[in-house]
């Protein structure tokens, strides 16, 4: 909420709140605020007047893509998992189109889904190894399983609070899995 406007842009805020995987009061909450959520976007749909609404998923993108369709803006969303997550799950029936990137994920939005793929910045795939500068940058292991592995780039972007665990989990068998082949 601060980065946006330090770098001059615009912030409009909606009042929302996560439901799946939270605990009862926290669900209770998010609930609760689905109403509210609608009136912000509401009043945000109408000062702003926007022709186009792309949603990308999460609790604070369902009310304004939502407000939008009943208002009859142009939706979409932007789908980069392999399986979408509940607001995108729940906003398709009301969305215009979906882009999604696999294939596979066309079977949650219909008609409505192309295939866009997920862009890569050119950077990222000339990106080069780094050797770590200090032990404590090393992954763990000997000195030559932390140099092999130094040449190893993993990307990891985005944050689903509900997979956190299961990502750390993965990302942990990788790393043993790679030391034991070495």
């Not at 996560?18 to 009043?43: E, F, Q, T, V």
């Not at 999460?58 to 009310?63: A, R």
């Not at 090393?138 to 985005?158: E, H, K, M, Y």
Request: aromatic fraction near 4%.
């Amino acid at each position: 909420a601060r980065v946006l406007p330090r770098e001059g842009f615009e912030l409009d805020l909606i009042r929302s709140g996560g439901i799946k995987g939270k605990n009862l009061l926290a669900s209770a909450r998010g609930a609760l605020l689905i109403p509210l959520g609608l009136a912000d976007a509401w009043h945000i749909l109408s000062a702003r007047r926007p022709h186009l609404v792309i949603g990308v998923g999460g609790y604070s993108s369902g009310p304004v893509v939502l407000a939008a369709a009943l208002r009859r803006v142009p939706t979409m969303l932007l789908e980069q998992n392999a399986v979408p997550g509940l607001t995108n799950r729940l906003l398709a029936s009301v969305v215009r189109a979906a882009a999604v990137t696999f294939e596979s994920t066309r079977q949650f939005f219909g008609d409505k889904a192309f295939v866009s793929g997920n862009p890569v910045r050119p950077e990222f795939l000339q990106a080069g190894a780094v050797e770590p500068t200090t032990r404590a940058e090393a992954p763990a292991g000997t000195a030559t399983a932390s140099r092999q592995l130094a040449a190893l780039n993993v990307l990891i972007f985005g944050r689903s609070e509900e997979h956190t665990s299961e990502l750390q989990s993965h990302l942990n068998l990788v790393c043993r899995l790679l030391l034991e082949k070495k």
